[in-house]
């Protein structure tokens, strides 16, 4: 399944501080949550299910080092 990515608004963490070597993340449809380099931009996407990234998300907020 390919799912269109064109016209999406991406983010990238407020932790980045600015910085280009990052992971940038949408809100994509249907819940799902696309995740991509933000050094190449027009490069692949990884898309994810909400309950696969919930999982994942929930995994690094419990894990983080602040």
């Known amino acids: ?4 990515l ?5 983010f990238k963490s407020s932790y980045s501080g600015g910085q ?4 940038e993340v ?5 819940g799902q949550v696309g995740v ?5 931009s027009s490069g692949p996407a990884l898309v994810f299910a909400p ?3 919930d999982t994942f998300a929930n995994s690094v907020r419990q894990r983080r080092d602040f």
Not at 1 to 4: A, L, N, V, Y
Not at 6 to 10: C, L, P, V
Not at 36 to 40: G, I, L
Request: glycine residues 4%; charged residues 25%; proline residues 0%.
């Open 6 to 10: 064109s016209g999406t608004k991406w």
């Open 20 to 23: 280009t070597d990052c992971v």
């Open 51 to 53: 309950a696969v990234w």
């Open 36 to 40: 991509r380099d933000s050094k190449n």
């Open 26 to 30: 949408a809100w994509l449809t249907d």
């Open 1 to 4: 399944m390919t799912t269109d």
